[in-house]
């Protein structure tokens, strides 16, 4: 086996997991989430997740993939050999989720490509309609499980995206260790400069207002707490095999503790960020009203008609609307590359190959695979895929991980490792303790029971009417099941290729 990749530096380690963690959901799902329950009253429950939930199975995975020098497969399978059934599901459903967010990472930079569109749409009295078509004009996309046309371009956006997605993580810990020092501060910036402009702009402030100042009243809405809940947990790029690889990089000297702490609160720091370009752009265009929660909504619709009427100026809207998705296009390639290197690092440890062989066939099968979501029915599939990666998947593995550890393990070794190298802060045992056996299973459990009574009792068993039932039975259960089957199915495989040499690894928790 190949020597295996550590960060170069402990910062290195840092802004790799920042911009994992930091994708396209803090840019546009964080904002409409606190639009939808009351700015500030968001922000306090966001908070309360964070701390509650987020940041000790932030911790958690860190460290036992340090301890074990493994991804999430065999991270799994040295908590118990029972147990490496989870690796597998959280590794599956990672596959599924980089197979449309290369496609979401394509349309980005279709946007940004077309951005010059905006000065000729600038100060027509269709102005707002031309913006808000021109996606579904480049993308021919029907909303609908209807055609099979793939546009020429989008295609070849979607080539882009793949190909700086194996650029980036081809060697990797030591590729992505270089690239991370652009992509993670570039976002940071462009930020910076859309919001100067946003609270700039007349009535910006009445924005920035109703992002920060809470309602009271809104504490009363279940569904705060469920967002709330939700977007932590998708936010940190837990449960998703990413940060039981980049913690198994990690050297031996990391203070993990700290570090946990400062890639969550720079998350939170930067969804607040693009909170505030967000509010104090509408603010500016007389918009707030358009904020949606919803992210295609948000950046390929809403946000387009922003742009035209920021200024009378075409030139410098279609500057500003270019600036906007190159903003987005460097969230979504860290996301997007972090994701395939957990599925690598899992896959590789677990077959005993060379990681960089094993990149190059996710990045090629998923890349074939990706194809269906740019057709124009491809919008429908990859929301219905997208809801149960998110709202099924993702929460049991979630779920599965939490009794795992919690229950079936010796929570005071993991603690420990957090703590090896502590020096400022500590992480308590009772809050970790608590999080992880109780707290986040608990909220998890509620989590998944929510959407599974608003999807059977609310909807009546479907989706959206307006998907057929055999598409969300092909695209979102039997995904599903083959996502928890994957573990069983590769068991029967390895067992196998046993017979003919293959030898597993015994991974053991050593104690120091």
């Known amino acids: 086996m190949e020597k295996r ?5 402990r910062f290195t380690f840092i802004l790799a997991a920042i911009g994992s963690a930091v994708g396209l959901g803090n840019a546009w799902r964080f904002p409409g989430l606190a639009a939808k329950h009351g700015g500030g009253t968001f922000l306090v429950v966001y908070l309360f997740a964070m701390l509650a939930m987020g940041i000790p199975l932030l911790m958690m995975e860190i460290a036992i993939s340090r301890k074990l020098r493994k991804g999430a497969i065999e991270s799994m399978r040295g908590i118990g050999k029972k147990w490496e059934p989870v690796g ?24 940004f490509v077309n951005s010059w569109q905006f000065a000729g749409m600038t100060g027509k009295k269709t102005a707002s309609d031309e913006a ?8 021919h996309t029907t909303g609908a499980i209807d055609g099979t046309l793939i546009p020429g371009q989008v295609l070849v956006c979607l080539l882009i995206a793949w190909g700086l997605i194996f650029f980036c993580i081809r060697n990797g810990a030591n590729s ?5 020092k652009f992509t993670v501060f570039a976002p940071v910036l462009l930020l910076l400069i859309m919001a100067i402009k ?68 720079s998350d939170m720091a930067i969804s607040v960020l693009s909170g505030i370009v967000m509010f104090s752009t509408m603010g500016g265009t007389g918009m707030l009203d358009k904020i949606t929660d919803s992210g295609i909504g948000t950046a390929f619709i809403v946000y387009p008609q922003a742009i035209v009427n920021l200024t009378n100026i075409g030139w410098f809207n279609a500057v500003f609307g270019a600036i906007f998705y190159l903003m987005l296009i460097t969230l979504a390639i860290d996301s997007a590359f972090s994701i395939v290197e957990g599925i690598s690092a899992a896959v590789s440890d677990k077959f005993h190959l060379k990681p960089k062989t094993v990149t190059i066939s996710v990045c090629a099968i998923a890349g074939i695979i990706s194809i269906l979501f740019v057709s124009q029915a491809g919008l429908a599939w990859l929301d219905i895929v997208d809801h149960w990666a998110n709202s099924v998947n993702l929460i049991l593995v979630g779920i599965l991980e939490c009794v795992a550890i919690g229950w079936t393990f010796n929570l005071r070794k993991i603690l420990d490792e957090v703590n090896k190298n502590a020096k400022n802060f500590r992480t308590p045992f009772w809050w970790f303790a608590a999080s992880i056996k109780f707290i986040a299973p608990v909220l998890l459990a509620g989590l998944f029971v929510w959407n599974m009574v608003d999807l059977f009792y609310t909807k009546h068993g ?44 015994e991974v053991v928790w050593k104690d120091n």
């Open 462 to 505: 479907t989706y959206d009417p307006n998907y057929p039932i055999w598409a969300q039975i092909a695209a979102g259960w039997a995904v599903s099941a083959l996502v928890f089957l994957s573990g069983f199915i590769a068991k029967i495989f390895i067992a196998n290729q046993k017979k003919k040499g293959l030898t597993e690894d």
């Open 5 to 9: 990749g550590q960060w170069s530096s």
């Open 176 to 180: 992505v260790g270089k690239v991370v």
């Open 132 to 139: 808000s078509a021109l996606f579904f004009k480049l993308t």
């Open 88 to 111: 597998w599901a959280a590794t599956s459903n990672a596959f599924v989720i980089v197979c449309y967010y290369a496609v979401v990472f394509a349309w980005v930079i279709l946007m």
């Open 198 to 265: 946003g609270c700039t702009m007349p009535d910006a402030i009445e924005g920035i207002k109703i992002l920060f100042i809470p309602k009271l009243e809104a504490f009363k809405d279940p569904t705060l707490w469920v967002d709330a809940i939700g977007q932590v947990f998708y936010s940190l790029s837990i449960m998703m095999a990413i940060m039981f690889a980049y913690g198994s990089y990690l050297g031996d000297d990391a203070d993990i503790a700290a570090d946990a702490m400062i890639i969550a609160f």
